[in-house]
Every structure is written in C-alpha cells, then in structure tokens.
C-alpha cells in the first residue's frame, strides 16, 4: 500500500468540475480530505491524503496534471526556518501527527516534513513564527 | 562557620584562568563528575561551573540615549518602531520594555492576538543593526523648545544602550495545564482544554539559580554572560522570593529566586536576544543567560551536581485558579526528568508536555561560558552584596 500527503491546485478552469470522485472511482484509491478551500469560478486547494497501489497513485497523478491541477507534495508546501528557530519546543505539543519533536541527543526540534498533514497548529504557537506553511 | 575540606578563593581561580589552568565544566557534566568522584575529589577537581538558560523572560528591556538633538528636544513621549518606550526620565533617556505592543496592534480583539512586534522585537532588531524609526515629542520648554523629533537609527547611533532587565532567570517556574473545556492563551502559551498539553519553563539542570541554590555565590556584582555579551548581576530581581518550600537538597519546589541583570546592549547579539509573540497573550524576549558558579567549597560541588531528577515544580490550573488570584492550588508535583520525558501523569492522566525555555540554547550558552572562561577572556567577581536568602 502506498499513501502520500498532497496538495492539489484548482484554476478557474477546472474548480467546478467533480476530478476528485472521478480520481478515486478510476483510479481506486481511498482519499482523506485533510483541509480544503473552494472559491467557485475562480480557484480552490485542496489538502488529501491518498492511499492505494503504487500503480494507481501513479496513474492518478498523471490523470490530475493531464486535468491541468497542480500536485506537490504537502511537505513542500511547510518548513522551518532553522534560522528563526530556537528550538525551545513550543510547537511540539500542538503537533498531531509527530512530524515535530525533540531530538533527545541534541535537544534540537526536528522537523519531519514527510509526516505533516498541514494543520496549522504550530505556526501560531511558535514564539518566534518559525514555521512556514504557504498552501493557502 | 562549617570547616571544609577543600575550599578556594575567587582570587586563587582568577589566578588559574589567567593561566590558562582552570578547569571548568558545565553544569550537566558536573552531574557525572560529582557521581564519579564525589563532592570533595570533584571539588579539588573542578574550579567552575558553567551554567545557562534561555527562555521568555517578561520583565525586561533597554535604557536608551539616543543624544541630544538639535533644537534640543525634552522627549516625554518615544516610540521605536511605534512601539511606545517610556519617556519620562530625561531629555533623551527611555526605556523600552519587552512587554509593550506596538501601537495600532489589534490586540485581542481578533482573539486570538497574534502580537507580531513589541518591545521584545525591537531589542532584537536593535541588536541586528537592523534599522529602527524613532519618533519623540516634548511639550517644548525654553531649553529644550523642539515638538517633535524622527529620524531612522541603528544601535550605533543611540549614544548609550543598557540592557536592565528587572526580573529574570527565575529559580523554578510552575507547570502550567488547562482544566478548561476550552483553548486558553496564556503567558505559558496555548494550552489545551481538558489537560491536553502541559507547559514549563526553566532549563532544569542547567539553570543558574537551581546550581546555587541559597546564593552563595551568585549576588550583587556577579560578571555573567548575558544576551551574547558579559553584563552583571545588578540586584536580586523583582519578586524574589527565598522562603519558600525547598527540598533536601535545598532545591525549591516552587518559584523562588529571581535576579536583576544589567550588560551593554552593544555587546549583545540576536542570537541570545529574541523576540516573542505568545498567541493570544502578547510580545517578550527570549533572553540568553549564563551564570559561572566558583567551586570554592565541597558544597559548591554538592550543589552543581543537581539532577533534572532531583528538581521539582508544581503544576497549576492556568483556566481558573491562576487568573482569579490568590494563593494557588497545586494539582501535583512533577520533576524535570519526567518534564522533559515528553509526558506526565496529572491527576490520573496522561499530558504530553512543552518547554517554553530551550535546553539546546541553554546547553549552548553553559558551552560558550566554559570556552570564553578557559580562554581566560571571562574572569569571576566576588558578590559585593549577598541576595536575600532568607532563612537557609
């Protein structure tokens, strides 16, 4: 099985047109809506999670570009601005799927960007906004 | 007066460092060092014992003169950046506190507040050499007849610039949980109803007051590391408060402590001066401190040997029993190891846990006094005046 956190980008264009539920039905995959923003006739994001064979999310992938969406990967989407940083660990309370925790060595906060989901959470419980997100 | 076996004095270490011979460790591999020798070998051993914290510390902020200008202006009223500094000290004097929000701030009318830029940013900006706008006015007088006063600065354009912060590197901070049904914002950050997180400060282990913890050594005229640069202990800090319950190890179990600090602002650094914006609460500075603590005795020994384990602090209900007022209830005692585990148990309960002060800034800081103090570009000064200790 594999599952990948994306972020998906609607034009004018394509924003009324039901390309999720054609997505899933051709391509078998499960989807889990994670967050979404729909501004009809004119652009929409929408945040999923997308789990089935490698195959299919492959093909589906395609299927999404070939409908002229824009996919990336939600870890592109946030960061953290190691610069800004100062591994206080304020955020990692907030963090519900663990992609922010405290390296027991260094005492650092690590960032995972693979295991974010794009909640939020953390951008506004970081003292000094050390955490970037930009998918809306 | 206790007789020791090893005892040493502030001038015999200076006298070492000035050699290059002193030996100095920090704070969390004094624990190893005590646990491997014991108090006194350790004692002979070790000459100092460096300490750091860095964490949101209110009751700060900068004395500035910004010189005097031409009309002369008698400024009653400052603002950086539009954030208002207070005026009325002199012609040209103000002083700007961490606390202050930038005017024109929404404040918590949009609740929660975001609290972007206050005095905190602008002492960070200041010691960026980032550029600052400065407006003044004064009422006009026949010495100083000029209204009104703009001009962009840097930090190398005010004449003098000190920080004085009040009230600091508190000896122990409480835990702080939410009994609420609902998310509060609170100076100790977001905290989530039910239980759901549980906040604490302080660096544990590696905090000065906790490697001290009666005062011996750390007092009035103390040289410390303080925002990147040396500056002192200027008093004992506002609320200082040495009566409370202590443990065996003489380690309070609740705030206690506090000390004044004062340093050249222009020696400092953004890295250990860092503005803070606490959601729905407002704006603070992270301060960088570290305290070097002689080894004139085996007590001293003893005393820096302190473990996360062996440090205990109160957890308190931040939704209704600390904004009411009075004397707080404590719904447990937690120790730091268990703090900085990542969970707790209060009440029965499962709380994941949040530092507010960081321990690899801390870490970072007791490293850096132990570099400076082997360099011998760091030398130690003898307290001119004890802090209150109470009845230790």
């Known amino acids: 099985m594999y599952s990948k956190k994306v972020v998906i980008r609607y034009t004018a264009d394509n924003v009324d047109q039901p390309i999720i539920c054609q997505l899933v039905k051709k391509h078998d995959l499960d989807f889990n809506i994670l967050k979404a923003q729909i501004l009809p006739r004119r652009e929409g994001v929408i945040v999923v999670e997308l789990t089935g064979s490698k195959e299919n999310f492959d093909r589906g992938m395609r299927f999404l570009k070939e409908k002229g969406l824009q996919v990336e990967p939600v870890s592109k989407n946030v960061s953290q601005n190691t610069d800004k940083c100062v591994h206080c660990g304020a955020c990692i309370a907030f963090c519900p799927t663990d992609s922010l925790y405290l390296d027991k060595q260094s005492m650092k906060v690590l960032f995972d960007a693979e295991k974010c989901n794009g909640c939020e959470f953390c951008v506004m419980a970081c003292p000094v906004r050390a955490m970037e997100v930009n998918i809306f | 007066m206790k007789k020791y076996r090893v005892t040493k004095t502030y001038q015999e270490i200076n006298e070492k460092i000035r050699q290059g011979k002193a030996v100095v460790v920090t704070a969390e591999e004094m624990v190893d060092v005590v646990e491997k020798h014991g108090h006194v070998e350790a004692a002979r051993k070790i000459d100092v014992v460096t300490t750091g914290t860095f964490s949101p510390m209110c009751s700060s902020g900068a004395f500035l003169n910004f010189g005097h200008t031409a009309p002369r202006l008698k400024a009653s009223k400052v603002w950086l950046n539009d954030v208002q500094a207070y005026g009325g000290i002199a012609a040209v004097d103000c002083y700007i506190g961490v606390t202050e929000v930038a005017e024109g701030d929404p404040l918590n009318s949009v609740y929660p507040g975001e609290f972007n830029y206050g005095g905190g940013h602008v002492i960070e900006d200041l010691v960026a050499g980032n550029v600052i706008r400065l407006r003044a006015e004064g009422y006009g007088t026949d010495c100083y007849p000029a209204r009104k006063y703009e001009k962009n600065i840097t930090i190398n354009d005010l004449r003098d610039a000190m920080l004085f912060n009040p009230r600091n590197a508190y000896q122990n901070y409480s835990c702080a949980v939410n009994m609420s049904d609902k998310t509060i914002y609170t100076y100790m ?21 906790f490697n001290d913890p009666y005062y011996l050594t750390i007092g009035i005229g103390t040289r410390i590391f303080l925002g990147g640069g040396q500056g002192y202990v200027a008093w004992h800090g506002t609320q200082h408060n040495p009566n409370v319950i202590r443990g065996k190890n003489g380690i309070p179990r609740e705030g206690a402590g506090t000390i004044a600090v004062i340093g050249n602002l222009k020696e ?28 004139l005795n085996e007590a001293m020994a003893q005393y820096t ?14 939704s209704m029993d600390y904004p009411k007022g009075g004397a707080l209830k404590s719904l447990g ?4 190891r268990d703090l900085r585990s990542g969970e707790i148990v209060v009440k029965g309960k499962k709380v994941v846990t949040a530092p507010l002060s960081s321990y690899y800034k801390a870490r970072e800081i007791a490293q850096i006094l132990k570099e400076w103090i082997e360099r011998g570009d760091f030398f130690l000064s003898e307290p001119g005046q004890s802090l209150p200790t109470g009845s230790a």
């Open chain 2, 189 to 209: 950050g977001v905290l989530r109803p039910r239980m759901a997180n549980a906040n604490y400060a302080t660096s544990g282990q590696l905090s000065p007051l």
């Open chain 2, 305 to 318: 040997s302190v473990k996360d384990e062996d440090i205990y602090t109160q957890i308190y209900d931040y």
């Open chain 2, 333 to 336: 005692e937690v120790n730091y």
């Open chain 2, 268 to 295: 400092m650094s953004p890295a250990w001066l860092v503005g803070a914006s606490m959601l729905g609460y407002g704006v603070s500075l992270y301060v960088g401190i570290g305290i070097p603590i002689p080894i």
